[in-house]
Every structure is written in structure tokens, then in C-alpha cells.
């Protein structure tokens, strides 16, 4: 069984629509959290997950805007996350939309094809607000492979997969026999490379394998112009598309 596994599209239903080209015929999907925010096209990319995807779990974004809190996320994007909720996400999104992203759960754990995965936006210690880099030691690693329970015991995690999501960088890790997957982002990579990232994973074969692909950026670029933003938060979420890079991005508003 061929496992499409996709994780922060931010609203750029361009990459997500790229993505799902690069690889159409595969048999099951998997979203890692964070729809919306950023991008320009919170409405288009909600209702596709909402008919198209067999497993969901929220993100940091998502429920930022399902309940108009703050995201949580880091110092760097925060201004231009609280921006964006509230004149975007927020502006175009429906009652019936926010109701879904409301009801996504924190995490899920599943069987597929006899492989079995644990699937959560940031960490299984703190779903929606952990970051997991790819440079962590593998210590620290280990830790993710337990968490708490209702009364704050730790309980291991017995599974094939660990597939987190939220820092926009792809990983692969094989931290005690448990592999600990990325698919990087799909809407807003922030590895430098600006292409849509996902994972396509076989279920009998358990192979992991991350793709990269080129979508129209021109298209993505104009829909934000289209939204007649704030001069400098137009800039700011054009340039970290157009350079997959927080710091660059951060230069160039600042000169």
C-alpha cells in the first residue's frame, strides 16, 4: 500500500495541488497538522483535506484559528502568524470550516496494512507546540518515544512510525528500531528549497521517501497580491515562499 503523508500546506493550495500531481495513485493519506495561516487559499486547502484525507491531526495553526488564540510558534513568524490569522484565515474561512478545524484531534495512533504509526503535529510530549529538528541527538530523540499519560506517568510508544510535522524540514530517523519521519511542508518550505515537500511511504516494503516538487509560485505570489495586504506582510510571506528561508526573508523586509 502506497501511504501519501503531508504536513503543513499553510493555505497554498498551488503546492498541495503540485504534490498531489507528482504522485496521484497512491492509497491512502495522511495530513501531519497546520492548513491554514500564511498562505492565501485557507478556504480551497480546508475543504480538500475535509473530503479527501483518510487521517487527520492538528496543528498549531489550526488551532489557532479554530479558536482565535495565539499560535504558539516561533519568535520569528509570530507577528506575520498573528497577521495572517486575522486577515486571512480568519476573513475567509466559513463557520462550517472552523468547525472542522476545531474537531481535528491532537493525535491519532493507527494500523495500516499491518504497519502501525503514531501520528502528531509537534511531539508526542506536546502535540501541538514541539519542535523536532533534525539536528536533535539522538538522546533527546529517544524521549519522543514516550508520553503522558492523563495523570503525567510516561508510556512508551510502541510503534513502526513516529510521523510529526511542524518545523517545515524534512527528517528521517532511526532512533530504537522506531523510525521518526518528517515530510517537511507542503505550502511553506523553510529548508531553503523552495518546492513542495511530502513523504511517500510503502507499507510493505516500509520505505520512506521524501519528494520534492516544483509548483507555480507565480500563481501563489499573485493570489497573496490579490488580497490587497499590508505592504510589509505582503513582502515578508512573498519572500519566505519565494526563498524558503525565515532569516532571508527577515533581511529583506528589514532593508
Known amino acids: 500500500m502506497k501511504i501519501f503523508i503531508i504536513s503543513d500546506i499553510h493555505a497554498n493550495s498551488y503546492a498541495l495541488e503540485s504534490a498531489l500531481n507528482r504522485d496521484s495513485n497512491y492509497d491512502y493519506l495522511i495530513f501531519v497538522g497546520d492548513s491554514v495561516d500564511y498562505g492565501p487559499n485557507p478556504r480551497e486547502v480546508v475543504d480538500w483535506l475535509k473530503n479527501n484525507a483518510d487521517v487527520l491531526v492538528m496543528g498549531n495553526h489550526d488551532n489557532a484559528v479554530a479558536w482565535n488564540m495565539d499560535c504558539g510558534c516561533g519568535e520569528k513568524t509570530h507577528e506575520l502568524s498573528v ?44 502535540p501541538l507546540y514541539d519542535y523536532v529538528y533534525p539536528s536533535l541527538p539522538n538522546n533527546e530523540l529517544t524521549r519522543l518515544l514516550f508520553e503522558k499519560t492523563s495523570v503525567g506517568d510516561l508510556r512508551k510508544i510502541n510503534v513502526d512510525f513516529l510521523i510529526l510535522g511542524h518545523t517545515h524540514i524534512p527528517m528521517i530517523k532511526v532512533v530504537n528500531e522506531t523510525r521518526i519521519i518528517n515530510p517537511g511542508s507542503v505550502g511553506q518550505p523553510r529548508d531553503g528549497i523552495p518546492r513542495a515537500s511530502f513523504g511517500i511511504l510503502d507499507t510493505e516494503t516500509k520505505e520512506f521517501k521524501i519528494i520534492r516538487v516544483k509548483y507555480s509560485l507565480e500563481k501563489a505570489i499573485s493570489d497573496v497580491k490579490k488580497l490587497k495586504l499590508d505592504k510589509k506582510f505582503e513582502t515578508w510571506i512573498i519572500s519566505i515562499l519565494k526563498t524558503a528561508d525565515v532569516d532571508k526573508a527577515l533581511r529583506l523586509i528589514s532593508s
Open 83 to 126: 497577521y495572517t490569522r486575522e486577515e486571512i484565515s480568519l476573513k475567509l474561512l466559513d463557520e462550517d470550516q472552523i468547525k472542522f478545524l476545531r474537531e481535528l484531534p491532537l493525535k491519532r495512533m493507527i494500523e495500516v496494512d499491518g504497519v502501525k504509526f503514531y501520528i502528531v503535529h509537534g511531539s508526542p510530549r506536546n
